[in-house]
């Protein structure tokens, strides 16, 4: 099992329960795997199937997923092949010859195209091991449901006697009972892994508009030159705008959305695989097909719909290990307009609970990384030291003066106000909607213009997180003073708010200070321990090497495992063999171009 572990793929050790799932798959048995983004979920199937007799059928729910799965076999040596309609008629029949042949150890292949073959291709070829990856899509209750993921609970009635592995990095406790009934499995064996990724930074903002939030954008790019990242924004229109304002400011920036053509998406994307843009923005439709290890950051432009939303898309930030920034911004009208999507969906209860949960997490004044944990069922007992929070713990202050004008005016409005007017009514602007209402006559009209529109914001936010007044979402968001709100307004009770600190926490204050976090959580090493000028030699040696190939660069040799070499710097091939990440047949292929640019670069 090593010897095939440092042979196909480089490594000379297991990660965290992967040895245990593969001898689970070579005894036979079901398997369900939950492992965070970037913990070595796919070697959990990859290399069994290397082991086994026959070939091994992946089911993976997107063409681009299974794209990038299968280069990296091959750049590995390892035969794979992808079943799906992106390839033309003469491709698949090559790819059934191959199958049938038994020259194929790893087909990758669409739920879709799967049902269509099930009583063909798979009834004529040997059949080692199911691997169904991203299997949070089979359960109504995951955050990424897909219908034809249901009918995948054919294989256990067509193929009784094959095993089974369901992979997926998201999965709360009612979606893993879902899975193993969805499917059938037999008795299996759960391994979950820690959802723990302490390599990511967690840093939240709130209350800000739109043009504080492009100018921290700009801040936090300019702090990560070179260095690719994903903006998730909730609409079409806003991926186009931001990509827009950062282009002006001379950062290459494309779009994904689901409202572009096949082909516009296709090379969206292939531009951020192949390093020819640095920054996407996108909705949620991008991110399941891209398994490119070096993306440095990742950006919420809006509040996600859910904490497995959220998870899963700062997952696709560090996933070769080094550390990563993640930011996410939030206001009321994101909040606002997540409720009223949840209240007019099909699953509307669970849907505005996964959401409450992400407010909660957004407007948490403890460790967010425990949060994260907790909600996965895993519990934490000491803090990151490596989000925001913990780097800065906030102040609390009597704020019941402040609260109790805000309530005051949501009364004089008869509770038939919303959030921003409610601002504008405490600022005293005299806009065309506070004079249509006659609000600018209210006796609060002006009562808190020494406090900031955004401060007001931030903790309006907080009086709605401490349940002070909810929304009525079915009576045009207007707001409603509960039990709670009133106590306070009449005196009874005191309401304690975080003191807002302006000067935000920037991403170089974050790495100065992250050294008590690496005393209670070691994290990987950064880029800084290698040696820059030639990291910069060998990258483009590496450029060059996947151009030719036709695969992104990190496929060739990931982040993690240049700045490896630049820190070892091998001169022999055996040497550069050695390599954790370099395996036989890369060593091989490539060590002696590498070997020679290092004994070049250091005079030998």
Request: charged fraction near 25%.
């Amino acid at each position: 099992m090593l010897h095939t572990l440092k042979t196909y793929f480089g490594y000379d050790t297991f990660r965290p329960l992967q040895q245990e799932i593969i001898n689970n798959i070579l005894a036979h048995k079901d398997t369900l795997v939950l492992m965070p983004t970037g913990g070595g979920k796919s070697i959990c199937y990859q290399l069994p199937a290397l082991m086994m007799e026959g070939i091994t059928v992946v089911i993976s729910p997107l063409i681009s997923l299974m794209k990038d799965q299968v280069e990296s076999l091959k750049a590995n040596g390892i035969k794979a092949a992808a079943f799906n309609s992106s390839n033309t008629d003469t491709e698949n029949m090559d790819i059934r010859r191959e199958c049938l042949k038994g020259n194929i150890k790893l087909l990758y292949i669409s739920p879709e195209r799967l049902l269509t073959e099930v009583n063909f291709l798979l009834k004529d070829i040997q059949i080692a091991l199911f691997a169904i990856d991203e299997a949070h899509c089979i359960s109504q209750w995951g955050h990424d449901f897909r219908p034809e993921y249901t009918q995948l609970k054919i294989l256990r009635k067509e193929f009784p006697g094959i095993p089974m592995i369901a992979l997926t990095a998201t999965a709360d406790k009612i979606t893993r009972t879902d899975i193993i009934e969805q499917l059938q499995l037999k008795n299996p064996g759960i391994f979950i892994s820690s959802f723990d990724r302490p390599n990511l930074s967690l840093d939240v903002r709130r209350g800000y508009r739109q043009k504080e939030k492009i100018k921290n954008i700009l801040e936090f790019i300019n702090k990560h030159k070179n260095q690719s990242g994903i903006i998730y924004c909730m609409s079409r229109n806003k991926t186009e705008v931001v990509a827009a304002t950062l282009q002006r400011h001379g950062i290459s920036a494309t779009i994904y959305h689901a409202g572009l053509s096949p082909q516009a998406r296709d090379r969206a994307q292939e531009d951020f695989i192949n390093d020819r843009v640095q920054v996407v923005c996108a909705t949620i439709a991008f991110g399941m097909g891209i398994d490119k290890s070096n993306v440095r950051w990742v950006i919420h432009y809006n509040l996600p719909k859910s904490i497995e939303n959220f998870y899963q898309e700062i997952g696709r930030a560090g996933r070769d290990g080094l550390e990563s920034d993640t930011l996410l911004f939030y206001s009321m009208s994101d909040i606002i307009l997540l409720s009223k999507f949840a209240s007019e969906s099909a699953q509307q209860e669970i849907n505005l609970d996964k959401l409450h949960r992400m407010q909660q997490y957004a407007e948490a004044d403890i460790c967010r990384r425990r949060i994260l944990l907790n909600y996965f069922g895993e519990s934490r007992e000491y803090d990151c030291g490596h989000c925001d929070v913990c780097k800065n713990p906030p102040q609390r202050f009597d704020g019941s003066i402040l609260v109790q004008k805000a309530l005051s005016a949501i009364i004089r409005a008869d509770q038939k106000i919303s959030t921003h007017l409610l601002v504008d009514v405490l600022r005293g602007n005299y806009t065309q909607e506070i004079t249509e209402n006659g609000f600018d006559k209210l006796k609060t009209f002006g009562a808190g213009r020494d406090v900031p529109a955004r401060d007001w914001q931030d903790y309006l936010l907080q009086m709605l997180q401490l349940g002070y007044f909810e929304i009525a979402y079915n009576e045009n968001n207007h707001l409603k003073i509960t039990e709670s709100g009133k106590k306070v307004l009449f005196g009874e009770s005191k309401a304690m708010l975080v003191v807002i600190k302006h000067e935000q926490t920037t991403v170089s204050k974050v790495t100065k200070t992250s050294s008590a976090s690496k005393q209670s959580q070691p994290l990987p090493a950064s880029t800084n321990s290698s040696d820059e000028a030639l990291f910069d030699i060998l990258r483009e040696h590496r450029k060059k090497l996947a151009d030719e190939q036709g695969y992104p660069a990190y496929i060739v040799l990931s982040d993690k495992v240049l700045h490896l070499i630049c820190s070892i710097k091998p001169t022999t091939i055996d040497e550069f063999g050695m390599i954790s990440g370099v395996g036989e047949f890369k060593k091989e292929k490539y060590g002696k171009d590498f070997v020679t640019l290092i004994r070049r670069y250091l005079k030998l």
